[in-house]
């Protein structure tokens, strides 16, 4: 082919600039989106509707050990909301637990698990972790992506739980990570736990999940606009005490049974069998009613 041929097949400088400049276009605005506390995918709530987690069962029959299960908790104990914020005015540290939200062009992170047996990601019958969580870059390096606010190359691992919440806006699931770390090189967490939030499936029987008692953890979290007397709401209420206090109870939310040791998840959900659930009130802005723990069977 002569030279003056493949010259009549170039298209002109201009206009292959306009391409080069439209890719570049392109490519900028099909970017991640990772948003802290971002607009989380509707319908609301959470779950479906026929869901553990949104059942109205304040008129399902109380635990026959209902009065067992609120000592241990504490009968006189007063609720303390935490709702967030920063320790001090434009602290790393932070209050609550946040949550972010992202889209399906959030690159998956394979992450190294402690306990690999319960966590996904993980191909169980080798143990070795996959690509599977949408870990947004920032949290390596910014503060307030993980709870406690230090950016997670900080290893905080031995002094708090640090979990990490994601919710897939595009897809609507729910990713969540317990005492997460990035080395430099690889994801660390304990443990990790993913939900269809389009569906009620329960995690295997006396799997852990993020959080000790097997619970997704988001659901469970109430916004102080939440709890300003709007709308319905489940809430998780964890028990602090001594590290050898230990008690097993029939898991709520997630089916199964799990060692509870200094917290104790406590919400308005049940599933599979007798479920126990401590019922403070059926609306966040009133939490004077009297607590019970009811027996849900479906």
């Known amino acids: 082919m002569h030279l003056s041929t493949i010259s009549r097949n170039l298209p002109p400088l201009p206009t292959a600039i306009l391409a080069v400049g439209l890719a570049i276009a392109l490519a900028t605005t099909a970017s991640a989106l990772a948003v802290i506390g971002g607009p989380l995918p509707t319908p609301l709530p959470l779950f479906p509707r026929s869901s553990w987690w ?14 067992n299960y609120i000592a241990f908790i ?26 972010v939200v992202v889209d399906n062009a959030v ?33 390596k390096t910014q503060p307030h992506w993980i709870e406690g606010g230090q950016p997670d190359n900080v290893d905080l691992r031995n002094q708090a739980d640090r979990h990490l919440i994601i919710v897939n806006r595009d897809d609507r699931t729910l990713y969540e990570l317990f005492n997460v770390h990035f080395d430099g090189i690889t994801w660390q967490a304990g443990s990790g736990a993913f939900f269809d939030l389009t569906r009620s499936d329960r995690r295997p029987e006396g799997w852990t999940s993020a959080d000790a008692a097997g619970l997704a953890i988001l659901p469970g979290l ?21 590290s050898n206090q230990r008690v097993r109870l029939p898991r709520v939310a997630s089916g199964g049974q ?23 009130s059926r609306r966040p802005a009133d939490i004077s009613g009297d607590a019970a723990v009811r027996t849900h069977r479906r």
């Open 54 to 67: 949104n059942l109205d069962i304040s008129n399902t029959p109380i635990d026959p050990n209902s009065a």
């Open 74 to 99: 504490g009968a006189a104990r007063r609720l303390h909301p935490d709702f967030g914020g920063d320790v001090s005015p434009g602290s790393v540290e932070t209050y609550g637990m946040p949550y």
């Open 107 to 139: 690159s998956r992170q394979t992450v190294q698990f402690r306990y690999h047996q319960e966590s996904d990601g993980v191909n169980h019958a080798t143990g070795q972790s996959y690509p599977f969580y949408p870990i947004p870059e920032e949290a």
């Open 222 to 242: 109430v916004r102080y606009d939440e709890a300003n007397g709007s709308g319905e709401h489940r809430a998780r209420v964890p028990r602090n005490g001594p």
């Open 258 to 280: 799990h060692l509870l040791g200094a917290a104790l998840g406590c919400a308005a959900a049940s599933q599979g069998q007798q479920r126990p659930l401590v019922i403070l």
